[in-house]
């Protein structure tokens, strides 16, 4: 489904022949894992020369959530005009291109294979090498791009609605997992509380906004493993916490309720829920492994509030934080530029890389 004709390829991108391809050190870096359809360009300096992303918010908003094979379609249609756009904006032509970086995994598998397709396609047709990338550790190098400077070893924290996980990041390239969501995960979370308190999808800016006028103490919910020394995190008792306050324990599908102090306060306590779970463990991973640098990526960490509490636990522990501007939060292509650590290591992609789902 997700393999494209290198002619149709040759045509859409105004292509040259392949014998005049060059290889000058552009990087062409494309991203599907989600619901996110991404291409940027940058060169082995870091310098991040575009980054254009084709939002599926409104393809997705009348289920709640994203849909896989919905993601999957709209990728293929809008794949190649995003990547086009992304060379526009920088300045290049295709054939100027000499590496090509994909998000491999982890991610929806029919959405990584219209990447990871189309990566493949342009690197035979280019004859330039192909580059596969972890779409979780590039959103802690995010953090690396922003900083400009290096921030390893430290403390990586990947915060989206499909993982939260924690790492022992002892080098760009060197990741140990130390810590993940034995359910949902936090972005996950907020999708399903905002569709009960009725507040639409993505449910992340949603719950945040209307959680400013809410009571974050209001209800007294769970926070799990929070005093445990275990690095793990379970956000499912969270929403149901949610659920029972909203309808009580035999509501099975409570009404949402209207706007008020009761939605404001719901999603305020949640919130707060959620922050005290994610800065307390991220804490305790900084204590236990004695770094003092911590680096906060995926969607969720565009969220104000918990910015704000990152930034005072930091100050707490004397650690250093890192956090991305709101556009490398959330999926794009530009965080791919961890690609240049690969090509610097000779890590290069075979044409038989595959499309993974899971982290591991």
Same mark, same amino acid.
Not at 4 to 22: I, K, Y
Not at 175 to 194: M, N, P, Q, R
Not at 324 to 349: H, I, Q, S, Y
């Given at each position: 489904?997700?393999?494209?004709?290198?002619? =149709?390829? /040759?045509?859409?991108?105004? !292509?040259? +022949?392949?014998?005049?391809?060059?290889?000058? %050190?552009?990087?062409?870096?494309?991203?599907?894992?989600?619901?996110?359809? #991404?291409?940027?360009?940058?060169?082995?300096?870091?310098?991040?020369?575009?980054?254009?992303?084709?939002?599926?918010?409104?393809?997705?908003?009348?289920?709640?959530?994203?849909?896989?094979?919905?993601?999957?379609? $709209?990728?293929?249609?809008?794949?190649?005009?995003?990547?086009?756009?992304?060379?526009?904006?920088?300045?290049?032509?295709?054939? @100027?291109?000499?590496?090509?970086?994909?998000?491999?995994?982890?991610?929806?598998?029919?959405?990584?294979?219209?990447?990871?397709? +189309?990566?493949?396609?342009?690197?035979?047709?280019?004859?330039?090498?192909? &580059?596969?990338?972890?779409?979780?550790?590039?959103?802690?190098?995010?953090?690396?791009?922003?900083?400009?400077? =290096?921030?390893?070893?430290? &403390?990586?924290?990947?915060?989206?609605?499909?993982?939260?996980?924690?790492?022992?990041?002892?080098?760009?390239?060197?990741?140990?997992?130390?810590?993940?969501?034995?359910?949902?995960?936090?972005?996950?979370?907020?999708?399903?509380?905002?569709?009960? !308190?009725?507040?639409?999808?993505?449910?992340?800016?949603?719950?945040?906004?209307?959680?400013?006028?809410?009571?974050? *103490?209001?209800? #007294?919910?769970? *926070?799990?493993?929070?005093?445990?020394? *275990?690095?793990?995190?379970?956000?499912?008792?969270?929403?149901?916490?949610? /659920?029972? $306050?909203?309808?009580?324990?035999?509501?099975?599908?409570? +009404?949402?309720?209207?706007?008020?102090?009761? *939605?404001?306060?719901?999603?305020?306590?949640?919130?707060? $829920?959620?922050?005290?779970?994610?800065?307390?463990?991220?804490?305790?991973?900084?204590? @236990?492994?004695?770094?003092?640098?911590?680096?906060?990526?995926?969607?969720?960490?565009?969220? /104000?509030? !918990?910015?704000?509490?990152?930034?005072? %636990?930091?100050?707490?522990?004397?650690?250093?934080?890192?956090?991305?501007? %709101?556009?490398?939060?959330?999926?794009?292509? +530009? %965080?791919?530029?961890?690609?240049?650590?690969?090509?610097?290591?000779?890590?290069?992609? #075979?044409?038989?890389?595959?499309?993974?789902?899971?982290?591991?």
């Amino acid at each position: 489904m997700a393999m494209f004709c290198l002619w =149709d390829m /040759r045509t859409v991108l105004r !292509l040259g +022949a392949p014998s005049t391809v060059t290889l000058g %050190m552009y990087f062409l870096a494309i991203e599907t894992s989600c619901d996110e359809t #991404a291409a940027a360009v940058f060169t082995e300096e870091r310098a991040i020369l575009s980054n254009v992303v084709a939002s599926q918010t409104d393809l997705h908003a009348r289920f709640g959530g994203v849909v896989p094979e919905v993601a999957a379609r $709209a990728h293929l249609q809008r794949l190649l005009p995003v990547i086009d756009e992304a060379l526009k904006r920088a300045g290049i032509r295709l054939d @100027q291109v000499g590496c090509i970086a994909v998000h491999n995994k982890p991610g929806l598998v029919g959405a990584l294979l219209v990447g990871v397709s +189309a990566a493949k396609m342009l690197s035979l047709g280019l004859d330039v090498p192909l &580059i596969a990338v972890n779409h979780i550790a590039s959103h802690i190098y995010a953090c690396r791009l922003a900083a400009e400077k =290096d921030i390893f070893p430290c &403390i990586g924290l990947v915060i989206s609605g499909g993982h939260t996980a924690l790492f022992h990041c002892r080098g760009a390239l060197d990741f140990e997992l130390i810590g993940a969501t034995l359910d949902d995960a936090a972005g996950e979370a907020f999708d399903k509380v905002a569709a009960l !308190l009725g507040l639409g999808f993505p449910g992340g800016p949603a719950v945040e906004k209307e959680a400013a006028s809410g009571d974050p *103490r209001a209800f #007294a919910f769970p *926070r799990s493993f929070i005093h445990e020394d *275990r690095l793990d995190f379970s956000f499912s008792g969270l929403k149901t916490a949610v /659920r029972y $306050a909203l309808g009580g324990p035999n509501a099975a599908h409570p +009404a949402p309720p209207g706007p008020g102090k009761l *939605r404001s306060d719901l999603a305020g306590s949640f919130q707060q $829920a959620v922050i005290d779970v994610l800065v307390g463990k991220s804490r305790q991973a900084l204590e @236990q492994t004695g770094l003092g640098r911590l680096a906060v990526g995926g969607g969720v960490a565009a969220n /104000r509030t !918990l910015r704000s509490a990152f930034e005072k %636990m930091v100050q707490e522990v004397q650690a250093e934080l890192f956090i991305p501007p %709101m556009a490398l939060c959330t999926d794009n292509a +530009a %965080m791919a530029a961890l690609a240049v650590e690969k090509w610097a290591a000779g890590e290069f992609a #075979a044409m038989d890389v595959d499309a993974v789902a899971s982290l591991t």
